[in-house]
């Protein structure tokens, strides 16, 4: 068993305590919205929500993405993948929120339902603004799960990740 990969990634698991490092709390909120080029506000609000007001209500807003360490506010390097996700699709794909959070409880309770981390786990694509997760091949409709396309990968955004063997993110090139 030693010198197989198999034996490496268990010997470095054993210098986290056991944990996968990517999922190790290791960035700020402010550290990892430089990181992204994104503001610490937005970063913040994604990650441990927000009170508003609107129409002379009190509301909240729900955070996107559930962070490694939320009493000291730390991302974990997955975190900072699906900030960079989330980013993305906001962004360069004008896809609302709303889909976004559309596609992480579709992930989470039909596809996937053991992702702990719904945005890095799964491959995504756009067409206008319609979001679809690659599922087995095919594009799955967030809004309409029963839409089903053969995939031809739209995913530019993906070009500055890197997978290890197993399809889990390694590197982010933001």
Not at 12 to 27: H, Q, V, W
Not at 64 to 80: C, G, M, T
Request: charged residues 30%; contains cysteine; hydrophobic residues 35%.
């Amino acid at each position: 068993m030693e010198g197989t990969p198999l034996a490496s990634a268990e010997t470095e698991f054993n210098l986290y305590g056991g944990r996968d490092p990517r999922e190790i709390p290791a960035y700020g909120i402010a550290e990892a919205a430089r990181y992204l080029s994104i503001p610490p506000s937005t970063l913040r609000s994604w990650t441990m929500g927000q009170a508003y007001r609107y129409r002379g209500e009190d509301s909240w807003f729900e955070p996107v993405i559930e962070i490694a360490d939320p009493v000291r506010k730390y991302l974990s390097f997955y975190n900072l993948f699906e900030a960079y996700i989330c980013d993305a699709l906001r962004r360069e794909h004008k896809v609302s929120l709303g889909q976004i959070r559309d596609a992480i409880k579709l992930i989470e309770t039909k596809l996937d339902p053991r992702s702990t981390h719904p945005l890095v786990d799964q491959r995504f694509a756009t067409v206008g603004v319609r979001l679809f997760i690659e599922w087995y091949g095919e594009l799955v409709g967030v809004r309409n799960p029963d839409q089903r396309t053969m995939t031809t990968i739209l995913e530019g955004y993906l070009k500055r990740v890197d997978r290890d063997r197993f399809g889990k993110v390694m590197r982010l090139y933001p």
